[in-house]
């Protein structure tokens, strides 16, 4: 994974945060990459579809303020991995269309 911003490859430091769910049985992760030098997210929209196909797009920036909301928010489930945990942090994430 590499800054969308700089192009910098991360280091294992650099990733904050991840978070999983699944979505009419497709499996969704987010991974976020924090750049300290541009003070911005890059994050890793990995899906992994019910034929086992995985596959990965890039998005961001997203600003230190807002991307720091989304670490918290996932902070607050124990569980963040569980792609069946079905907290509340979870349904606020995935904007409640978990399976
Ligand atoms: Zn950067
Ligand atoms: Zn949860």
């Not at 750049?35 to 994050?43: A, E, G, S, Y």
């Not at 569980?79 to 994430?93: F, L, M, T």
Request: glycine share 6%; charged share 30%.
């Amino acid at each position: 994974m590499n800054c969308i911003q700089c192009n910098r490859a991360f280091s294992d430091e650099d990733r904050v945060a991840s978070i999983s769910g699944s979505i009419m049985g497709d499996e969704y992760t987010d991974v976020y990459y924090f750049c300290r030098i541009c003070r911005v997210f890059t994050v890793a929209n990995w899906r992994d579809n019910f034929t086992g196909i995985e596959t990965m797009v890039t998005s961001g920036p997203i600003d230190e303020r807002t991307g720091m909301k989304r670490i918290e928010l996932i902070r607050r489930c124990s569980r963040p991995w569980d792609k069946k945990c079905r907290c509340p942090v979870h349904r606020e994430y995935f904007n409640d269309a978990l399976d």
